[in-house]
């Protein structure tokens, strides 16, 4: 199929997949005499592990780590290995996250319960200077 036609079943723009193919995610693309591009159906399952895959985290470097050369040929283990750093990777930003929040919480409530008697700019020299 030609690349309008795979971006119409991608949902995806034929520039993203000229990009994906240029950052050696998309490997079992021919060239006609004409310089036109024919992708298989394997590039429809490529591309949308690969859409699946950005939205759930994972780098363009990290995709092409797990990528097969063809949608038939999935490494299991590596699949299970990358998939469990990410999932690891996610837990440390998440636990990272709420110290973030824990931490502007207590700036918020210093900065909301400012003493009458203190002007703001030293409250926040005050406050700011514990984040």
């Not at 971006?7 to 000229?18: N, T």
């Not at 092409?64 to 998939?83: F, G, R």
Request: hydrophobic share 40%; with cysteine.
């Amino acid at each position: 199929m030609k690349i309008g036609e795979l971006a119409s079943k991608c949902e995806l723009a034929p520039s993203a997949i000229r990009y994906y193919e240029s950052r050696g995610l998309l490997k079992s693309v021919t060239r006609k005499s004409n310089g036109y591009r024919i992708y298989t159906e394997d590039a429809v399952i490529l591309l949308k592990v690969i859409v699946n895959a950005k939205q759930a985290g994972f780098s363009l470097d990290e995709i092409k780590q797990i990528l097969p050369a063809d949608a038939s040929n999935w490494e299991h283990d590596k699949l299970v290995k990358v998939i469990n750093v990410k999932i690891k990777d996610i837990e440390n930003l998440q636990a990272q996250l709420r110290k973030n929040k824990s931490k502007l919480k207590e700036v918020l409530r210093a900065i909301e319960s400012k003493p009458s008697d203190m002007a703001c700019k030293d409250n926040a020299k005050k406050v700011l200077g514990k984040i």
